[in-house]
C-alpha cells in the first residue's frame, strides 16, 4: 500500500466525518481534539480570510487571501478564562463573562442575569450588573449594546451582545493581537 494512498484515505475519512457535523464550531472542537490527541500543531485559517470552499486551487484545497495564523487560546470553563483575564473591576467581570457567552460559547446575545450568574459560581458576582452593563454602554466607543427588552418594568429582563470594540477590548486583555474575527464582530463593526 503506497503511504500517499493511505493519507489519500485518511483526508477523505477526516472529510466525511466533519461534513457530518452541524456547524463550525462543532468541526473546530473535533479538529483542536484531534491536534491535541495527535500532539501536533495545526495552524487555522484565519476566519477573516473569508475562505471560499467552491473556489478551489488546482490540487482541490480552498484559496485563501491571506496565511494561517494561530489559534486562539481554548477555554474549557468559565473559571480558565476568568484566570486567563484576571479581572479587577465590576466592569471587566461582565466583559469577561460576556465574552465567555458570546465569543467562546458563540451565543449571539445573552441576558445579564446568565452574566452575574457565571460570575456568582466563581465568587465574583458583581452588586449590580445592569448598571455595570449600562456604564459600558456608554463608553466610546460602546463596549455593550442592548439589543431587546422584554416588559416594561425597569427589572425587566434585557439582552445584550459585545460590540466589536467590546470584543477587541476584551481580546486585548487575553493578549490577542490582530483585528477582531469578522465572525465574532458586530454588523456595525465599530473598529
Not at 484515505?9 to 484531534?34: E, G, I, K, P
Not at 473591576?89 to 460576556?98: F, H, M, P, Y
Not at 439582552?159 to 481580546?171: E, V
Amino acid at each position: 500500500m503506497n503511504v500517499d494512498d493511505a493519507e489519500i484515505r485518511a483526508m477523505s475519512s477526516v472529510v466525511a466525518a466533519l461534513n457530518d457535523l452541524q456547524d463550525d464550531a462543532t468541526r473546530d472542537r473535533v479538529l483542536r481534539w484531534a491536534a491535541e490527541r495527535f500532539g501536533i500543531s495545526a495552524p487555522t485559517p484565519n476566519p477573516a480570510t473569508n475562505v471560499n470552499p467552491s473556489a478551489a486551487s488546482d490540487d482541490g484545497r480552498a484559496r485563501t487571501k491571506s496565511p494561517a495564523v494561530p489559534t486562539d487560546p481554548v477555554f474549557d470553563d468559565f473559571v480558565d478564562l476568568f484566570d486567563a483575564v484576571d479581572p479587577k473591576t465590576d466592569l471587566e467581570r461582565v466583559l469577561t463573562g460576556a465574552y465567555w457567552l458570546q465569543a467562546v460559547n458563540a451565543q449571539s446575545s445573552w441576558q445579564a442575569a446568565k452574566v452575574n450568574n457565571l460570575l456568582k459560581d466563581t465568587g465574583h458576582g458583581v452588586s449590580n450588573v445592569t448598571t455595570t452593563l449600562t456604564a459600558a454602554q456608554k463608553k466610546s466607543p460602546a463596549l455593550v449594546r442592548q439589543m431587546a427588552k422584554s416588559g416594561r418594568a425597569a427589572q425587566s429582563w434585557k439582552t445584550y451582545k459585545l460590540t466589536t470594540s467590546g470584543i477587541s477590548y476584551m481580546r486585548k486583555k487575553l493578549g490577542l493581537t490582530g483585528s477582531v474575527p469578522v465572525v465574532l464582530a458586530d454588523d456595525e463593526a465599530e473598529s
